[in-house]
Nanobody, 124 residues
Framework: VQLVESGGGLVQAGGSLRLSCAAS????????MGWFRQAPGKEREFVAV?????????YYADSVKGRFIISRDNAKNTVYLQMDSLKPEDTAVYYC?????????????????WGQGTQVTVSS
């Protein structure tokens, strides 16, 4: 199984980025897909998750609600994170993760597979 994130970079506060996570080696549609992030000196934290079901239940961390949008394209085995109105406190390494038949949890321990991460840096 491979999860490969892309789309990170350096952006000014107020700007936007779109992260992608391409999955292979798993039945993508059977997995809830989550995004987490880890800033220097801090623990990894939940950002957003979309469930495996066709209804695609979605949950966000309060810190990103209204600014970030998670979506998935099962035909492309890819999950996205559209990030708008970025703030310096959003600076972190962003990871995608997969949870088999997950209904959408923010607990990192529930996820079986993780990507290598992509750096997002927001300058003030």
């Amino acid at each position: 199984v491979q999860l490969v994130e892309s789309g990170g970079g350096l952006v000014q506060a107020g700007g936007s980025l779109r992260l992608s996570c391409a999955a292979s080696g798993l039945t993508f549609s059977s997995y809830a897909m989550g995004w987490f992030r880890q800033a220097p000196g801090k623990e990894r934290e939940f950002v957003a998750v979309i469930s495996w079901k066709s209804s695609g239940s979605i949950y966000y961390a309060d810190s990103v609600k209204g600014r970030f949008i998670i979506s998935r394209d099962n035909a492309k085995n890819t999950v996205y994170l559209q990030m708008d109105s970025l703030k310096p406190e959003d600076t972190a390494v962003y990871y995608c993760a997969a949870d088999l038949y997950g209904s959408g949890t923010r607990h990192a321990g529930a996820y079986s597979f993780w990507g290598q991460g992509t750096q997002v840096t927001v300058s003030s």
